[in-house]
């Protein structure tokens, strides 16, 4: 029984760590994987398996080592959710890289996102210039959000009542 104990510790340690390490170098590696960053995932998971079940290879150690995984990502996402403050600890917070078609660099340097990575993400998001975006946000998730002029404008115009727009 310490045996499977000892697996929970350390599956739940090898956890805690990740996390740590993902929120220190950076979300952005998480939403837009590279064929280096998978790579990296995938090293790194081989990497700390041992680190969490040792030597046991059984399966009921697999399913301690995962049944642990799964209770303290529980346990934390009901901390995030009753703490506020903790999430944004975890999570950070959103980040504007463009506001009024123009690029914040202390943000795009912060978050270590190349102005030729933020142009490709632009252009996926529909947008041929930076100068037609509105805004673009560094979510919380790693995902970029773009808002552009002319989805802007559609949205607004949507939104106006049909009697004000006859009035104009």
């Known amino acids: 029984m310490l045996k499977y104990l000892y697996i929970a510790f350390c599956s739940i340690s090898v956890y805690i760590f990740i996390i740590i ?16 960053d998978l790579v990296f995932v995938l090293l790194l998971s081989n990497s700390v398996q041992n680190a969490m079940v040792g030597s046991d290879s059984s399966l009921f150690g697999g399913l301690v080592s995962a049944t642990s995984l799964f209770a303290v990502n529980f346990v ?20 504007i890289l463009v506001y009024r078609g123009k690029i914040n660099e202390k943000n795009l340097a912060k978050v270590k996102i190349t102005k030729e990575e933020l142009l490709e993400t632009v252009r996926e998001h529909g947008v041929a210039l930076l100068e037609d975006v509105e805004l673009a946000v560094l979510e919380m998730d790693g995902n970029v959000s773009i808002i552009s002029k002319k989805s802007e404008s559609e949205y607004v115009k949507k939104k106006i009542p049909p009697r004000i727009k006859k009035r104009e």
């Open 76 to 95: 934390i996402k009901l901390i995030v959710y009753r703490f506020p403050k903790i999430e944004h600890l975890l999570e950070g917070e959103p980040l």
């Open 21 to 36: 390490a993902i929120r220190l170098f950076g979300k952005k590696d998480i939403s837009q994987l590279s064929i280096t």
